[in-house]
């Protein structure tokens, strides 16, 4: 692996994943659909290339001379699924068709756990645990995962698909909600969920593209922790933190009012499919992936990677694409 293009760079995952690779000394080519957050590459042994998943054109010339694609861009929000399909299935598609064209040799895709349904803590997640979406963006993936494998199938190309879990660290959306005062979430969060530090999904995505692990699997950090439990550790180093639950049923009931007056082209995270998908239970089971590739996670555990997160939001000024109207 020589050259790496990474859709989605300017993204929450995206950033991550090219500062890995130019760390390690990878060319990494970094596909840029806004010009005005290409700023976030400033300093990045980086190649920026003008690129939008909705334009086929731009994705061939993205393509050109690449080893391999590691790819995230997407409309990540709990949206409806019309409202996601043109990129995460069309622009999908347009991708990995430019890719096989070009011979690419792996195309790594950071699907998301939302592929899945609920699953009790005495069944975790695992790589057999078959697809069951309960909202739209998990629908969209799966739809997407289908594309990768029919459009690469007999083509030399090699699909490695990640079903990334909350995913978290400086420039998440909920430590931006954080730092602003009061974080607001729909539920008790009593659910046990599935966590994994910013620095590992890049590292873990990274050393997929490497290794050419090829396969499809969900994959977190070594112990699952319900929401209480995750904001607990936060309220435990953060003095500032304010938390307000809204049960349930409440929730969303008013993500579907806010829907019905304001038919949004934007994206948004105020959805019913937000209040349903925070509310599912989705543990995964520990060592997937990690344990083919033959490394751990640095942070193995909400307790040593909230922390870690916090210090990092401290001169951490990300502004992530919900917030950013540019």
């Known amino acids: 692996m020589e050259r790496v293009l990474v859709t989605g760079a300017t993204g929450l995952i995206g950033l991550e994943v090219v500062r890995e690779l130019t760390a390690r000394g ?38 050109e001379g690449m080893d391999t694609v590691i790819h995230l861009a997407a ?15 069309d622009g999908t598609r347009s991708l990995v068709e430019a890719a096989v064209d070009e011979g690419v040799a792996q195309v790594v895709y950071a699907s998301s756990l939302l592929a899945h349904g609920s699953a009790p803590p005495s069944a975790p997640i695992d790589a057999g645990t078959p697809t069951d979406p309960q909202v739209g963006y998990g629908v969209a993936k799966v739809e997407a995962e289908a594309v990768l494998d029919e459009t690469t199938r007999g083509s030399g190309t090699e699909v490695a698909t990640i079903r990334l879990p909350h995913v978290y660290g400086p420039g998440d959306l909920l430590f931006s909600r954080m730092r602003s005062g009061l974080l607001v979430t729909p539920g008790l969060g009593g659910n046990l969920y599935a966590h994994l530090h910013i620095e590992d999904a890049a590292r873990l995505l990274v ?96 307790e040593s990677g909230v922390p870690a997160a916090l210090d990092g939001s401290l001169l951490f000024r990300w502004r992530h694409p919900v917030d950013d109207p540019t």
């Open 75 to 89: 409309r990540a929000t709990m949206e409806p699924v019309e409202r996601l399909r043109p990129t995460i299935v």
């Open 207 to 302: 050393e997929v593209a490497q290794q050419r692990w090829v396969g499809a699997s969900a994959t977190a950090d070594d112990r699952p922790a319900t929401w209480r439990d995750f904001f607990g550790v936060v309220g435990a180093h953060f003095a500032r933190f304010r938390h307000l639950r809204v049960p349930a049923p409440i929730a969303r009931l008013g993500a579907a009012v806010l829907d019905a007056l304001d038919p949004r082209s934007r994206p948004t995270v105020l959805t019913p499919d937000a209040v349903v998908g925070w509310n599912l239970a989705q543990p995964v089971a520990p060592g997937l992936i990690w344990d083919d590739l033959g490394v751990r996670p640095r942070y193995g555990t909400i």
């Open 26 to 63: 990878i060319h990494a080519r970094a596909l840029v659909r806004r010009p005005t957050r290409a700023g976030l590459l400033h300093g990045l042994d980086v190649e920026p290339v003008q690129g939008d998943l909705t334009r086929p054109a731009s994705l061939r010339r993205a393509v």
